[in-house]
């Protein structure tokens, strides 16, 4: 009786085995027509089913004329993938994934990450400075650009920039002349070049084209300190254009002639005084002799009519006297 019950045990526990085997293999060894590789970008994706396969073995392998570092036998992880090492340089291999039941096959080319071969930096400047970084003439994406001022200034956008997509860095123009460096660096390869930056021009400020426009603009850039005017004065003499046309200044009349005296208080007799037809004749000039007392008969006493006439007595006395 007890044989016959340990008996019954054990052929239940070898039906239990032969049901939950089968099950438990059911993921990792699939139908042969089910098995499938993929190799994109040095990953190797295996796959039953649309489901993923672990622990499938990954075997890689090159021709005799080949040569990767890498060749041997890798374990897919949960997802069902290997990611293979980069190569050297680009290299054809065999990629053969297995189970215990089934295996598949297929060749690919390796690729090594981009490495660039003729870096290069240009700087252009206009109203901001660009900064463009090529690999052969072709833009260069997320390189590290680091800005440096050779002199140690603080209007330059100086630090640490990447590269957009079209492989350019756009800075701020400083506010004075400097000298700056440029280095562009991508995995292990660089490149450098300083280039002379300018201050940006003030494109909404024009340029004065006469001189009462300059004389403003000077005005102008005193307006943060107050105007002065002893400044704008001396900006004016210094400055005034010199060669003046012969109309401009006072007309001829006014003022002291050439032969004047410096201090402006005696002007020539062709220029001011009493008109031509004022004071004694010529002929009365010619035959009067003046007197430091000014007392002069002839051109300064009554005129020939008054006093006695010529029938009266030489004695002067007073009109309508008879002489004695």
Do not use: C, W
Not at 233 to 248: C, L, Q, S, Y
């Amino acid at each position: 009786m007890n044989k016959f019950r340990t008996l019954t045990v054990a052929l239940s526990i070898a039906l239990v085995v032969a049901v939950l085997t089968p099950l438990g293999m059911a993921a990792a060894e699939p139908d042969d027509d089910d098995l499938s590789l993929v190799v994109d970008d040095r990953i190797v994706d295996v796959t039953a089913n649309d489901s993923t396969v672990e622990n499938a073995t990954v075997t890689v392998s090159t021709d005799d004329d080949e040569s990767y570092a890498d060749t041997g036998t890798y374990t897919t992880d949960a997802d069902g993938e290997v990611e293979l090492p980069e190569p050297d340089e680009p290299v054809n291999v065999t990629i053969t994934a297995s189970t215990t039941e089934d295996d598949v096959e297929t060749t690919a080319t390796l690729e090594p990450d981009y490495v660039p071969e003729d870096l290069e930096v240009n700087v252009t400047q206009n109203d901001d400075v660009t900064v463009d970084v090529t690999d052969g003439g072709d833009a260069v994406e997320n390189a590290t650009l680091n800005v440096t001022a050779v002199e140690n200034v603080s209007s330059v956008d100086e630090g640490e920039y990447e590269t957009d997509e079209k492989g350019t860095v756009s800075l701020a123009s400083p506010n004075e002349t400097v000298d700056v460096t440029f280095n562009a660096t991508l995995e292990t390869v660089s490149a450098e070049t300083t280039e002379t930056l300018e201050p940006a021009e003030d494109d909404e400020v024009d340029e004065p084209r006469n001189f009462g426009q300059l004389v403003s603009a000077v005005v102008q850039s005193l307006q943060s300190d107050g105007p002065s005017g002893i400044s704008i004065a001396e900006f004016v003499t210094e400055n005034n254009p010199g060669d003046a046309p012969d109309h401009a200044g006072p007309p001829d009349h006014a003022g002291p002639s050439d032969g004047g005296t410096d201090d402006g208080n005696e002007s020539d007799d062709s220029q001011q005084g009493p008109p031509d037809h004022a004071g004694p004749s010529a002929d009365n000039e010619a035959d009067t002799n003046e007197s430091d007392d000014g007392n002069d008969a002839d051109s300064g006493g009554p005129p020939d009519h008054a006093g006695p006439s010529d029938d009266d007595d030489d004695s002067g006395g007073p009109p309508g006297q008879a002489n004695s």
